[in-house]
Structures are given as structure tokens and as C-alpha cells.
């Protein structure tokens, strides 16, 4: 809601994870820099649009939105007419009504490990400052996250860039949950979503 109504087993398969990494060149785009590989994933908040004048639409956990699907309570997509996005025009709060999340299935590779990152803010309109949640890969969580939004605005977010690593043993898909851990009717902020694979001899340390 809104002021105006985001293993030895493996490590000794590192042939096995350059051949299936190449194998899947289809899905994903190389970076040689960084030695990790784009997934093919849309981790934005661009669809559905929040249909104009309205400042956001609440999603009722269980109903989809674009790629994600809502959970919890319930989440508000929040478009640029009330505050600054990280990217395109739209956010996500993860605080609707109440308490929220929202997930997306993604198509992974056996034995290898994967690097998500994403833009955090907090609405900055509701109490408490402190905004709370986790990043949870099939239910289990791999990241908590915090932010505070003292000082921050509709038009000075504050987006900070936060990264978390997991590591795929068996399985070919899994589900990211971004939850709020914290009560009231304004919570974390989150926008641009990515994921990128990476040997597990190669993969850089989340921040």
C-alpha cells in the first residue's frame, strides 16, 4: 500500500561444467571479463504497465505479474509517477497491503553456480525506516537484505546494488523468491533483477 489511497563432488566436474556451459550458448551471453554468463531471464518490472494515472496496482498473492507470480499478502508494482525506478519506469514494493513476495521460475545447469543480482531501495513513505528481506532460491533462503530509507525520497531512492551466489547441484530449474520479512504497508524496494552463471572455481564472492 501506498501514501495515496524490492562441494568436492562438484568442484572435481569443472569438465563437465565447461561442456555445459558451452552447450547452452543459446540461452546466454558470455562476459569474459567477469567469467560468468547472462541467463536468459527477465528480472524487470516493466510488464504489465501500471496503467496510467494510477501511481501502482496491488497484486493479491497467487495473481501473476508479467514473468513473476505475487505471494504472500500482497505487492505493489509501482510505477515512475510516484517514485524513481532503478531502471525503465517501473519497481517492485514487496509490502502491499501487508506482507509480500514474489518469485520466478528460472531454467538452470547441474553443477554450477549462479550470481543474482538486484537494485534495493525502500518506500520511503511508511514506518519502520529499517526495510527487510531475503532472497530465497526453492524456498530456502541465500540472501537477507536490508534498507534504511532515513534520509531518502520519492526522487532520491538511494538504490543500492546487492548480490548473492548459489550453487545448482542436480537440478535443470529454480525458483527465486524475493520476500519481505517486515510488517506494514511499505517495504522493500526492488528492481533489475539479473542472473549470471559462473564456474565454481571462477564465481565471484557476493558483496
Same mark, same amino acid.
Given at each position: 500500500?501506498?501514501? #495515496?489511497?524490492?562441494? @568436492?563432488?562438484?568442484?572435481?566436474?569443472? @569438465?563437465?561444467?565447461? *561442456?555445459? *556451459?558451452?552447450?547452452?550458448?543459446?540461452?546466454?551471453?558470455?562476459?569474459?571479463?567477469?567469467?560468468?554468463?547472462?541467463?536468459?531471464?527477465?528480472?524487470?518490472f516493466?510488464t504489465?504497465?501500471?496503467?496510467?494515472?494510477?501511481?501502482?496496482?496491488?497484486?493479491?498473492?497467487? %495473481?501473476?505479474?508479467?514473468?513473476?507470480?505475487?505471494?504472500?499478502?500482497?505487492?505493489?508494482?509501482?510505477?515512475?509517477?510516484l517514485?524513481?525506478? @532503478?531502471?525503465?519506469? %517501473?519497481? #517492485?514494493?514487496?509490502?502491499?497491503?501487508?506482507?509480500?513476495? +514474489?518469485?520466478?521460475?528460472?531454467?538452470?545447469?547441474?553443477?554450477?553456480? /549462479?550470481?543474482?543480482?538486484?537494485? #534495493?531501495?525502500?518506500n520511503?513513505?511508511?514506518?519502520?525506516?529499517?526495510?527487510?528481506?531475503?532472497? =530465497?532460491?526453492?524456498?530456502?533462503?541465500?540472501?537477507t537484505?536490508?534498507?534504511?530509507?532515513?534520509?531518502?525520497?520519492? =526522487?532520491?531512492?538511494g /538504490?543500492?546494488?546487492q548480490?548473492?551466489?548459489?550453487?545448482?547441484?542436480?537440478?535443470?530449474?529454480?525458483? #527465486? *523468491?524475493?520476500?519481505?520479512?517486515?510488517p506494514? +504497508?511499505?517495504?522493500p524496494?526492488?528492481?533489475?533483477?539479473?542472473?549470471?552463471?559462473?564456474?565454481?572455481?571462477?564465481?565471484?564472492?557476493?558483496?
Open positions: 500500500m501506498h501514501p #495515496l489511497r524490492l562441494s @568436492a563432488a562438484a568442484l572435481s566436474s569443472a @569438465a563437465l561444467l565447461l *561442456t555445459a *556451459t558451452t552447450a547452452s550458448a543459446s540461452a546466454h551471453t558470455h562476459d569474459t571479463t567477469t567469467h560468468t554468463t547472462v541467463v536468459d531471464f527477465d528480472g524487470g516493466e504489465p504497465a501500471v496503467p496510467a494515472p494510477s501511481p501502482f496496482t496491488t497484486y493479491l498473492g497467487g %495473481q501473476p505479474l508479467g514473468p513473476w507470480t505475487a505471494g504472500g499478502d500482497s505487492v505493489d508494482l509501482t510505477s515512475d509517477r517514485w524513481d525506478a @532503478a531502471e525503465g519506469h %517501473q519497481s #517492485l514494493d514487496l509490502n502491499g497491503s501487508s506482507t509480500g513476495s +514474489v518469485s520466478q521460475e528460472i531454467r538452470v545447469l547441474p553443477l554450477t553456480s /549462479y550470481v543474482v543480482s538486484f537494485e #534495493l531501495a525502500g520511503p513513505a511508511w514506518a519502520p525506516a529499517l526495510k527487510t528481506g531475503e532472497l =530465497r532460491v526453492d524456498g530456502t533462503p541465500v540472501r537484505f536490508s534498507f534504511d530509507v532515513t534520509g531518502h525520497g520519492f =526522487r532520491d531512492m /538504490y543500492t546494488r548480490t548473492a551466489v548459489f550453487t545448482n547441484l542436480l537440478k535443470h530449474s529454480v525458483t #527465486l *523468491t524475493f520476500a519481505s520479512t517486515g506494514g +504497508v511499505g517495504g524496494v526492488i528492481d533489475d533483477v539479473r542472473v549470471r552463471s559462473c564456474l565454481l572455481v571462477l564465481c565471484p564472492p557476493a558483496s
